[in-house]
């Protein structure tokens, strides 16, 4: 019999933790999954009702409308990390409180302008990372709870995040039967 603490992890981590060891896709694998993801995301979400956008993708986790908020933030965020490390010496970036900004009021707002910010975000960074010299993936920001961070490992670890919050939405709209 499966353990509760084992099925919560799997719906917490449905394609498992991220370990910058264990990558092993390639980095145009990786810019690949960037741009695909935002086609991905809305087909995702393609026509879920208000209530199932309100259903949480585990028990104690954030609603599928909160994921999608979350997303635009985060890939906001990061493609902003990805400028820092480009165009300044080792820059100490701002961690913000992912879970407290999934409580604020404009996560309970239509998915449509997260979608729309996804969709620009990553058109911009997928067309700047595949134009980036070689060298240029070994810039550094300093992130203050996780230390230096290269331009690579920052990829490594959104082709992760997309692909984490992707199966969150696909997995729960599975076992819903959506």
């Known amino acids: 019999m499966t ?3 084992l099925v919560l992890e ?3 981590y449905p394609i498992g933790r ?3 060891a264990a990558v092993i896709s390639t980095r145009a694998e990786q810019i690949e999954t960037l741009r695909l993801f935002p086609l991905l995301l809305r087909a995702a979400v393609y ?11 585990r028990e104690g986790g954030w609603t599928v409308r909160q994921l999608v908020h ?4 985060s890939h906001a965020n990061a493609y902003i990390r990805f400028k820092l490390a480009l165009t300044e010496d080792n820059p100490i970036i701002k961690p913000y409180e992912e879970a407290a900004w999934a409580m604020l009021p404009d996560s309970s707002l239509p998915i449509d302008p997260s979608l729309m910010i996804v969709d620009g975000v990553h058109a911009r960074l997928v067309a700047l990372l595949e134009s ?7 810039c550094t920001f300093q ?5 230096p961070m290269t331009v690579e490992r920052n990829l490594a670890s959104y082709d992760w995040h997309a692909r984490h919050h992707l ?3 696909t997995t729960l709209r599975e076992r819903m039967g959506w």
């Open 18 to 20: 991220f370990d910058a």
């Open 132 to 138: 980036l010299p070689e060298g240029e993936f070994e």
């Open 70 to 73: 979350h997303i635009a933030d």
């Open 10 to 12: 799997d719906l917490r």
């Open 143 to 147: 992130h203050p709870e996780r230390g």
């Open 167 to 169: 199966a969150h939405i």
């Open 47 to 57: 026509d879920l009702s208000d209530a199932q956008l309100d259903t949480p993708y």
């Open 3 to 5: 353990s509760p603490t």
